[in-house]
């Protein structure tokens, strides 16, 4: 079932996603050689309880971390560590949820740490622009297919690939539901998209092939053939003046 938000609980999501972006923005300063992906999942949870937020992933389907720290060739659901030390050059991404008084935010920033590569920087930035590509979709009346469109035709005009098996999805009052947003598709295809609606935007972005294969963990996806992955996500809302994005980090 999709759930249509009024104003009042979209304010609220508002709230939810200013703290979970204002603790990327945060995240920034700490992220360099020789820091563990633990402590950037203890620096997150932190930072939420500290702002009277609750770190939602924590207990979902068994998960037990705060945030999901993907490295390199992880695509998804990475689990942060206090031996994995990373070093320059490494791709990150840090995926969290926050549960503001009920309101759900959800939002994965990528970082490098040190400097990266020609080639991991244009990643980034073919991966962030895409997301925006896609938001600048999420109209109402539009549908869910013209959103995937945008991000496909444009990330593989660039030489890299989208991941079909994890998409965007609803969100609130609970992390995931109705409807799904790929990140691929045909334009003028799928559900139709209302005023009310609240959803999540974030494509994954390979340097190679889109296909995935999972760790033992049953968490943790990563490129089949070992190249780079990058996300980017929004939380944003449906409005009649356009999408509102939830989690902009505003500085």
């Known amino acids: 079932m999709i759930t249509l938000k009024s104003q009042r609980e979209i304010d609220a999501m508002d709230e939810s996603g200013t703290l979970l972006a204002n603790a990327h923005i945060a995240l920034r300063e700490i992220i360099k050689p020789g820091i563990t992906s633990w402590e950037i999942n203890e620096f997150m949870h932190n930072y939420i309880e500290e702002h009277g937020g609750i770190a939602e992933q924590i207990g979902f389907e068994g998960y037990e971390y705060a945030t999901c ?4 060739d992880e695509i998804c659901h990475g689990f942060p560590n206090k031996k994995e030390v990373l070093k320059n050059g490494d791709l990150i991404k840090v995926d969290t949820v926050v ?15 040190g400097e990266g590569s020609p080639e991991t ?8 622009k895409a997301l925006y590509l896609g938001i600048e979709q999420a109209q109402v009346g539009n549908r869910i297919g013209d ?5 496909q035709t444009y990330v593989e005009a660039e030489g890299f690939s989208v991941v079909r098996e994890f998409v965007g999805h609803g969100i609130g009052p609970t992390m995931h539901e109705a409807p799904s947003v790929p990140h691929y598709g045909e334009a003028g295809k799928g559900l139709r998209l209302k005023e009310g609606m609240v959803i999540t935007i974030e494509p994954m972005v390979n340097t190679g092939t889109w296909k995935s294969k999972m760790d033992d963990n049953g968490w943790t996806a990563r490129t089949k ?6 996300q980017f996500e929004h939380t944003l809302a449906i409005t009649k003046d356009g999408p509102k994005i939830l989690t902009a980090q505003k500085d």
């Open 69 to 72: 720290v993907s490295v390199n």
């Open 147 to 151: 959103i995937g469109h945008a991000i």
């Open 225 to 230: 053939d070992g190249g780079l992955s990058c």
């Open 121 to 128: 920087e244009k990643l980034m930035e073919v991966t962030k």
């Open 99 to 113: 549960n503001l008084k009920g309101a759900m935010s959800d939002s994965c920033w990528s970082y490098i740490v």
